[in-house]
């Protein structure tokens, strides 16, 4: 076959294991936020699409929408979090934490329309974009799942696909129909013999690694990483011994969007980027996260990286069938898992 070209073939499996890379980043992240909360976090993918336009409106010296969904989160989780104090007894608490919502958002703003019109470095532009998505995995936790936290796995997913139509039509207001690229971190190619390959490619797989190393330092090193490590594996057994799962949850979900924000970026100089387009990039790290059965963070990984490489493969081959091929892939993994997977009801976990 053609894709089996020396001159073709590790092209294509560069491409695929670029793609995978940043895929392997989402399976990561779904699994733990699965773990640890017992939510299937379908919005992962507007993650992608927010770090990815965001960097895009502040190339083009604009300041982002992403600003404004992050003041109107600030603003719903401080009032909701005031209350819940007040309710406790503890209004003096309830007014402290608003004075510091309103602190924070007011640096926010003047931070980012400062800088926005300036048109500062990539970098700096990199670092505000991870500022303005980050906050917003913590905020959605606190505003949509925390109330939500004695629910249903069923209720948890009705409230994800409700997140995400909603993550969806507000990036359509912010940003607009159009696609939207960003420019490479490490503009150049370098060639290996008769393949040249970009840097930016080798900066993604260099980068995803680094931080799968870091996650993996993180739990195994690190007091808060071993907290939610011991929340996955039993959530009751951590609140017992003093493990706040609110806590475990908003530091859950501040990991997931920040990965999610990374991958965006890495993956904006290779890919055009649409308001849209985060379901199709997160159900991708979806299949890499069925195929470790949303509880091994390895399986999960590698089979992210193999949904890249039939991805680049089949582009080539059968490109008109390339999302019929990836996305077909999820079914023989669910009929594995659900005859070889001990099934436990929920209120025994």
Known sequence: MQIFDPTIFPILAADGLTNGAVYALLALALVLVFAVTRVIFIPQGEF???????????????????????????ALAAVMEAWS???????????????????????????TGWLAPLRPPLWAQALLTLAL?????????????????????????????ALHLALTGLGLVFFGPEGSRTPPFAPGNLTVGQVTLSNQSLLVILISAGLML??????????????????????????????????A????????????????????????????????????????????GLVSYPLAAAGALLVG???????????????????TLILPVLLWRSLTTRHIPEDEE
Do not use: C
């Open 214 to 247: 870091g996650l993996y330092f993180f739990f195994e090193r690190t007091m808060p990483g071993k907290a939610l490590r011991a929340t996955a594996v039993n959530r009751l057994g951590a609140r017992l011994v003093g493990i706040s799962p609110s806590s």
């Open 133 to 161: 998505v980050a906050p917003l995995g913590p905020l959605l936790y606190r505003t949509v799942y925390q109330p939500l936290r004695d629910a249903t796995v069923l209720v948890l997913l009705i409230a994800s696909v």
């Open 309 to 327: 490489l039939i991805e680049s493969f089949a582009s080539f081959s059968l490109s008109a069938w390339k999302e019929v091929i990836v996305f």
């Open 85 to 111: 104090q007040t309710r406790r007894g503890q209004p003096g608490r309830g007014g402290v934490t608003l004075l510091g919502a309103a602190l924070v958002g007011g640096a926010a703003y003047l931070l």
């Open 48 to 74: 992608v699409v927010f770090g990815t336009l965001t960097l895009a409106a502040l190339q083009l010296g604009r300041v982002p929408g992403t600003l404004w969904l992050l003041l109107a989160l600030l």
């Open 249 to 292: 949850g908003m530091l859950t979900f501040t990991l997931a969007a920040l990965i999610g924000a990374v991958g965006g970026m890495l993956i904006g100089p290779s890919v055009a980027v649409n308001y849209d387009s985060g379901f199709l990039i997160g159900l991708k790290g979806f299949i890499g996260a069925i195929i470790g």
